[in-house]
C-alpha cells in the first residue's frame, strides 16, 4: 500500500518570500514524482515532475528529491497572492510493472500568500 | 497542447437515473484514467485505460462502468449510483512510455451531485 504524507497546513506565508512545501512517500520503489497545484473547486495543474535525485529549476519553481530518504519537496520563490491554493504531491510507479500506472497523492497541503 | 476536456461540466441526478461522463484527449496519449474527488480530499485512483484496455481496476463498485471506445475517448457510465457518489470527477491521461511514471495531465473535472 503505496503511502503518500504531506502536512495538511495551512502554511502561511509573506508575499515576496519562499515557500517550502514537503512530502515523504513510503514505496521505496516509487519512480516518478509531481507537484500539483489545486485552486478551490478546480481540477489539479500540473507544476513539477521530478524523476532523479537532487534539483530540478523552472522559473520560479524548485522540486527537490532525495530518493534515499523517500522525500520530496517544492519551493516557490517569490511568493505571490496568486500561489495560494493547495497543493498535492503524487508518487507513480515502483508496482506498475513498467505499464500506465495511477498517481497516489497525499493530502496536499493549504498554502497561503499573505499580501 | 495538453488539453483534456470533459463534459458535462456539471451533472444532477436522482439514484435511478443512468447517465454518462465524457473525457477526450488529442495528445496522442495512450493512457487514460478516471479519479474520484470528495471535498478536502485528495483523488483517488478509479480507472486505467491502457492502449484502449482496461489495465487498472481499484474495486470501483460496479454501478461505476467505463468504456474506451478509442484511444481519444474514456467514458464513464453511471446507474444507480448513492449520494456518497456525489464528487468531482477527474479524467487524466498520460503518455505511456511504459516505465509507469508519465506526466498525467487532468481535465476540468465534472462536478456531480446525486440526490
Known amino acids: 500500500q503505496k503511502e503518500v504524507e504531506q502536512n495538511s497546513g495551512p502554511l502561511s506565508v509573506p508575499e515576496g518570500a519562499i515557500a517550502s512545501l514537503n512530502c515523504t512517500y513510503s514505496?521505496?520503489?516509487?519512480?516518478?514524482f509531481f507537484w500539483y497545484r489545486q485552486y478551490s473547486g478546480k481540477s489539479p495543474e500540473l507544476i513539477m515532475f521530478i524523476y532523479s535525485n537532487g534539483d530540478k529549476e523552472d522559473g520560479r519553481f524548485t522540486a527537490q528529491l532525495n530518493k534515499a530518504s523517500q522525500y520530496v519537496s517544492l519551493l516557490i520563490r517569490d511568493s505571490q497572492p496568486s500561489d495560494s491554493a493547495t497543493y498535492l504531491c503524487a508518487v507513480n510507479g515502483g508496482d506498475s510493472g513498467g505499464g500506465a500506472d495511477g498517481l497516489t497523492f497525499g493530502k496536499g497541503t493549504h498554502l497561503i500568500i499573505q499580501p | 497542447d495538453t488539453e483534456v476536456t470533459q463534459t458535462p461540466k456539471h451533472l444532477v441526478m436522482g439514484m435511478t437515473n443512468k447517465k454518462s461522463l465524457k473525457c477526450e484527449q488529442h495528445m496522442g496519449h495512450r493512457a487514460m484514467y478516471w479519479y474520484k474527488q470528495k471535498a478536502k480530499k485528495p483523488p483517488e485512483l478509479m480507472f486505467v485505460?491502457?492502449?484502449?484496455?482496461?489495465?487498472i481496476n481499484e474495486s470501483v463498485p460496479s454501478r461505476f462502468s467505463p468504456e474506451c471506445p478509442n484511444s481519444s475517448l474514456l467514458n464513464l457510465h453511471l446507474h444507480a449510483l448513492q449520494p456518497e457518489d456525489s464528487a468531482l470527477y477527474l479524467c487524466a491521461s498520460s503518455q505511456e512510455s511504459g516505465r509507469g511514471g508519465d506526466t498525467q495531465y487532468f481535465g476540468p473535472g465534472t462536478r456531480l451531485t446525486v440526490l
Open positions: 485505460y491502457s492502449y484502449e484496455k482496461l489495465s
Open positions: 514505496d521505496r520503489g516509487s519512480q516518478s
